[in-house]
């Protein structure tokens, strides 16, 4: 809720509950404003957004991820177009979006759809790094910082990107070096398995169509996490569509 009802929700309506011999909530998290550029939103002064505009803007997962990740429970977030449009193309089209799109199209340029048996990508030093990652997402989202759990997966899906350009799959394939190859491939794909399940809170339409791709037949649940890690190699990946679109754009 926003901090602005915290007196009714914190003070009377737990008094009320008492009196009526029912328990009283256990906590409250209230969140901060929604401002534009640091001031309340006008319709007088122009800066007044409504959910309609925003969601035709870049869709409902986006705005979800925008304000999620800039509205915390200690600050306010402010909310502009230009801020909106930054954060959608820098997190979402060009770092998560593109990691997907580029490792599920390896898949099936080097190995018809099909994640190759790379027994060598578990445990190694890229995994690991990606293994602590998570359980440092999972610490945040079990002290309810969602901000910074939304920036944490986007950070992974970041430093797979580079691990990309390190390795230089195109590179390995032209040089006929399958082992090597096989071992980026299948790191990656776990990688995005990983992410779809990290990505759900925030974006849960894209994060479903992603696991659609890469987990068929499995449901989207943390128990399935461990399942679909590792019994990635072997299964055939679906063709990675257009996740994060880059309309143009007119100021609004």
Not at 74 to 97: C, I, V
Not at 136 to 143: E, L, S
Not at 172 to 177: F, G, P
Request: with cysteine; glycine share 8%; aromatic share 10%.
């Amino acid at each position: 809720m926003g901090k602005g009802i915290t007196r009714f929700h914190c003070v009377i309506w737990p008094a009320m509950l008492l009196a009526a011999e029912l328990p009283p909530p256990r906590a409250v998290w209230a969140h901060g404003y929604v401002q534009w550029s640091g001031a309340k939103m006008s319709k007088t002064a122009g800066t007044a957004v409504t959910l309609g505009e925003a969601i035709d803007r870049h869709g409902a997962d986006a705005l979800r991820y925008f304000l999620l990740r800039e509205v915390g429970f200690d600050n306010d977030g402010d909310f502009t177009w230009e801020r909106f449009d930054a954060r959608y193309t820098a997190d979402l089209a060009d770092t998560f979006g593109n990691l997907v799109s580029r490792s599920l199209a390896m898949i099936h340029r080097y190995r018809a759809g099909t994640v190759p048996r790379a027994e060598r990508s578990i445990g190694s030093r890229f995994d690991s790094g990606v293994r602590d990652a998570v359980a440092v997402y999972q610490d945040w989202m079990n002290a309810n910082r969602l901000a910074d759990a939304a920036g944490q997966f986007i950070a992974i899906a970041a430093s797979a990107n580079r691990y990309i350009e390190e390795q230089a799959p195109w590179k390995l394939a032209k040089e006929e070096r399958q082992a090597e190859l096989d071992v980026v491939l299948a790191s990656l794909t776990r990688t995005v398995v990983r992410l779809a399940i990290l990505a759900y809170p925030f974006i849960p339409g894209k994060a479903e169509v992603i696991w659609g791709l890469v987990c068929p037949g499995l449901p989207l649940t943390a128990k399935s996490f461990e399942e679909a890690v590792l019994g990635v190699e072997g299964r055939t990946v679906g063709k990675p569509p257009i996740l994060f679109p880059k309309p143009r754009l007119a100021p609004a």
